[in-house]
């Protein structure tokens, strides 16, 4: 093994990871190198092949060829060692919904070597810390989404890991239960732990990532920090708001046809942005819209977005490749 992919300085590395089920090739020579500290984050659309990387990872899957190690810890001969160091939050909770939440966490402590008093104690800490104290004798079946979501982070950190992997985090849950599992994650970097993300939210992304990856049909296609990535786009982006969203698809097309680029359709059902090339002025834009007699509630010109990243990178919107 190379003396990168052992060295103590990083959090993950991986070279030539392949994995396969049947006649599917779902990882198709992945390679990373992650060091300690921040949040690493792995973007890319449902089936790209970021779950069956960190099911790897954490020893829950053995690979069919290349080399991993996390936290300088070898996957195929160190699993037991690695098992110890880190923790792994699902795309779905992982409770037992007739157990209330304290009962829930006293379980995962006990199970972990905890007295039931030392359990009780950190269980109960934990749910301060996320929010949870009112609820903690509810029975969890009786939580919101965004409730079980931080319960099932709370679980993970009975011991508080090295190293966090976390599975689409915020999946399912409304946009003020996001934020708050946002503000954990952070919360959780600043104590020490390394957190290693995988998401299609590109806002996500975005918001939380110090470097991302972004996945592919199994590889990855890009690396950098959120501000490299965009880079390769272009040198800036803009970015519109029609006010009738009726006439938001004439628009996209006036705006591909006078400025020769690829347009997003953002969030917002009356938004667009247009990446711009180094140099390239959008005043051509602006004034073949006015001669289309398209009215404007705002543009502005700003940093290409992740989603023009993506849509740059995989040919596709991401919003079309979920």
């Given amino acids: 093994m190379s003396t990168l992919l052992s060295s103590g300085d990083l959090a993950v590395a991986t070279s030539g990871l392949v994995k396969r089920f049947g006649k599917t090739t779902a990882v198709d020579g992945v390679d990373l190198t992650i060091r300690r500290g921040g949040i690493y984050g792995v973007l890319g659309p449902n089936g790209a092949g970021k779950t069956t990387t960190i099911r790897m990872l954490a020893t829950l899957l053995r690979p069919d060829a290349g080399e991993a190690t ?173 006010i009738d969203p009726a006439e938001r698809e004439q628009a996209a097309a006036v705006l591909r046809t006078s400025l020769g680029v690829d347009v997003v359709r953002e969030a917002d059902s009356a938004g667009l942005s247009a990446s711009l090339a180094a140099g390239q002025s959008a005043a051509g834009g602006l004034s073949a819209l006015e001669e289309a007699g398209i009215a404007l509630e705002t543009f502005a010109l700003g940093q290409p977005s992740l989603d023009e990243v993506f849509l740059a990178l995989t040919g596709q919107p991401a919003e079309e490749s979920r």
């Fill in 70 to 242: 996390v936290l300088g810890h070898d996957v195929f001969t160190e699993a037991k060692t690695i098992r110890e160091k880190i923790a792994l939050t699902g795309q779905f909770a992982s409770l037992d919904e007739d157990l209330t939440g304290v009962e829930n966490l006293i379980l995962l402590g006990r199970l972990l070597g905890f007295t039931k008093r030392a359990a009780r104690s950190r269980g109960m800490d934990l749910l301060e810390a996320f929010g949870l104290t009112d609820a903690a004798h509810r029975q969890v079946k009786n939580y919101s989404g965004g409730m079980r979501r931080r319960l099932d982070i709370a679980g993970s950190l009975i011991v508080t890991p090295e190293l966090m992997f976390l599975d689409e985090p915020t999946t399912g849950v409304d946009p003020r239960s996001r934020n708050q599992v946002w503000d954990i994650i952070r919360t959780l970097v600043d104590g020490g732990t390394t957190v290693l993300l995988t998401t299609q939210y590109l806002e996500e992304a975005d918001q939380l990532a110090d470097r991302l990856a972004v996945i592919d049909h199994g590889t990855v296609i890009a690396e950098g920090t959120p501000g490299q990535l965009k880079a390769q786009v272009g040198a800036g982006a803009l970015k519109v708001r029609v």
